[in-house]
């Protein structure tokens, strides 16, 4: 059974930094990975979509990469900004067409 | 403006009523979910449907059912026979079912009393 795992559950650093977020998953079989960001007592924002065949996608300030071999994707965020705090999602799609989510890692940038 | 609305954002019931959730998508997209949400857990899949007429159970789709009787709608109902109904519950969709992005509505906060 497909496994998607964020660590830290929680994160904070100052603006301006540059960070990293990680999500590991333990089935290799998938046809995509995603990253979303949640506000509080809202839906969740697409950011960035990694087909299995795929190496890394960009957008503006994210950076996503899959490694597929080794269960890992990172969320590079370059210059963060205090709009930059959120939760950050990842969520894998199996080969049974399922969307696997991990619990998401807060993330709060310090002004 | 193309997206997807959920509606009521809150809704209470007593226990051992149904509850219908509603969830209208204008994007023309053929797939559409439903996801529940509790605190420090992750989304969690109840059902899901590729197209009109079809819906697949999810990881956890025991006391709950769908109908996806016109592309542009995707009902849940919470039964009765739902152990703990109380969560956030999304609602997404996608182009089509694989290698599509998902969006999301801004969610119905279910409260069981």
């Known amino acids: 059974k497909q496994e998607v795992t964020q660590i830290p559950a929680a994160l904070s650093v100052p603006e301006g930094e540059n960070l990293v977020l990680n999500c590991s998953f333990t089935d290799s079989a998938i046809y995509n990975l995603q990253w979303f960001r949640q506000d509080p007592g809202k839906g969740l924002t697409s950011l960035l979509l990694i087909q299995s065949s795929q190496r890394e996608q960009t957008s503006g300030r994210l950076n996503a990469s899959l490694d597929k071999s080794s269960g890992r994707s990172t969320l590079y965020i370059a210059a963060s900004q205090p709009g930059d705090s959120a939760t950050y999602l990842c969520a894998v799609q199996n080969r049974d067409d399922k969307i696997i989510f991990g619990k998401g890692t807060r993330l709060h940038i310090l002004p | 403006d193309g997206g997807i609305t959920q509606s009521p954002k809150y809704l209470f019931r007593k226990e051992g009523q149904n509850v219908t959730l509603s969830c209208e998508q204008n994007l023309n997209h053929d797939a559409m979910y439903w996801y529940r949400q509790d605190p420090g857990q992750g989304l969690r899949l109840i059902y899901y449907?590729?197209?009109?007429?079809?819906?697949q159970k999810g990881d956890i789709a025991e006391g709950y059912s769908v109908s996806r009787e016109k592309k542009e709608s995707f009902p849940l109902t919470v039964t009765s026979a739902q152990k703990n109904p109380t969560a956030f519950y999304l609602c997404?969709?996608?182009?089509?079912?694989?290698?599509?992005?998902?969006?999301f509505g801004n969610g119905t906060r279910l409260t069981v009393t």
């Open positions: 997404a969709s996608s182009i089509v079912l694989v290698n599509s992005p998902l969006h």
């Open positions: 449907s590729q197209i009109v007429n079809d819906f």
